[in-house]
T-cell receptor, first 114, second 113 residues
Framework: EAQVTQNPRYLITVTGKKLTVTCSQNMNHEYMSWYRQDPGLGLRQIYYSMNVEVTDKGDVPEGYKVSRKEKRNFPLILESPSPNQTSLYFC?????????????FGPGTRLTVL | EDKVVQSPLSLVVHEGDTVTLNCSYEVTNFRSLLWYKQEKKAPTFLFMLTSSGIEKKSGRLSSILDKKELSSILNITATQTGDSAIYLCVITNMDTGRRALTFGSGTRLQVQP
């Protein structure tokens, strides 16, 4: 089954404790991205990746890192989480940046930073 | 900077009602307008609109784009409780990468039995 998976689905952590949210897709997609969703602000892009070893900042990259060592995985790293990073996070992938109607979203990760 | 404004922010209707959701946008180099439905999980794709005046239809849902007015509407007829969700409007432009997609903040629809 074609899908994007994220782990964990829910995470409560404390300020400053490094964490990683994993994202994996099994569709051989080139384009992957991370979004955060906050009430009243919609989805905002954090980072995106056009292909292996090619990543770039989105609209709200501060406080986040990503890596794309393999095509299928695109982990989101918070080196020192802060409460303002409490949010709902989505990973998405598509065949190419222009395949918008074929963009697949992961199930979401709800992160709470205390 | 590209911008998407959706209205209303939230509405509550009864089963059987018809609703119209609005999306207006500003974009530097328009490619398409997308509608997504988001329940308690990830957004799922509904429609992609690229041409003005051509209605896209899927069951009780339909949508149309007006490039002159820089807007789109999403209609849902004979609403059901399963239509309760956040509906997201997304603009894409000709750029690639981070500036290619701009999301609206969504309209939260609640359909009561």
């Amino acid at each position: 089954e074609a899908q994007v998976t994220q782990n964990p689905r829910y995470l409560i952590t404390v300020t400053g404790k490094k964490l990683t949210v994993t994202c994996s897709q099994n569709m051989n997609h080139e384009y992957m991205s991370w979004y955060r969703q906050d009430p009243g602000l919609g989805l905002r892009q954090i980072y995106y990746s056009m292909n292996v070893e090619v990543t770039d900042k989105g609209d709200v990259p501060e406080g986040y890192k990503v890596s794309r060592k393999e095509k299928r995985n695109f982990p989101l790293i918070l080196e020192s989480p802060s409460p303002n990073q409490t949010s709902l996070y989505f990973c998405a992938s598509s065949l190419s940046p222009v395949s918008y109607n074929e963009q697949f979203f992961g199930p979401g990760t709800r992160l709470t930073v205390l | 900077e590209d911008k998407v404004v959706q209205s209303p922010l939230s509405l509550v209707v009864h089963e059987g009602d018809t609703v119209t959701l609005n999306c207006s946008y500003e974009v530097t180099n328009f490619r398409s307008l997308l509608w997504y439905k988001q329940e308690k999980k990830a957004p799922t794709f509904l429609f992609m609109l690229t041409s003005s005046g051509i209605e896209k239809k899927s069951g009780r849902l339909s949508s149309i784009l007006d490039k002159k007015e820089l807007s789109s509407i999403l209609n849902i007829t004979a609403t059901q409780t399963g239509d309760s969700a956040i509906y997201l409007c997304v603009i894409t432009n000709m750029d690639t990468g981070r500036r290619a997609l701009t999301f609206g903040s969504g309209t939260r629809l609640q359909v009561q039995p």
